[in-house]
């Protein structure tokens, strides 16, 4: 007669442990100046287009985008990320922000693209 197998104890318990994750510094890093940033949400994942405005345009193009309303410019970098990281990365800005204005005074408010000037 066979014997039956004792029934183990409760399912293994996985715990995860809380990290800290601290990024090294490099001096391989790409770095960007971007001034002008669209904000975009899909399904599952949020995306951050960046871009460089010129500071200045030929009478060409100015009268281009006069005429149009609409200046286009190539992205320089799309980040993508998941809906998990939007809260910490709102709560870094607005402390990042506060630090930075008790410092330096307030940062304009400025919804709209910077004035681009003909040369």
Known sequence: MAKKQAKSGPPNIVQVAQVRVILNDS???STYYVNFVEVSAGMH?????LAKL???LSPE???????????????????????????G???ALTLQKAMFEKQHGPIADVSLPPKVLAS
Request: hydrophobic share 45%; no cysteine.
């Open 45 to 49: 994942d949020f995306a951050l287009t």
């Open 61 to 87: 193009k100015a009268s281009e985008v006069t005429a149009s309303g609409v200046l286009r410019v190539e992205p320089t970098l799309q980040i993508v990320f998941p809906p998990t990281l939007v809260p």
């Open 54 to 56: 010129p500071g200045r």
């Open 27 to 29: 001096d391989d890093i």
């Open 89 to 91: 990365l709102i709560n």
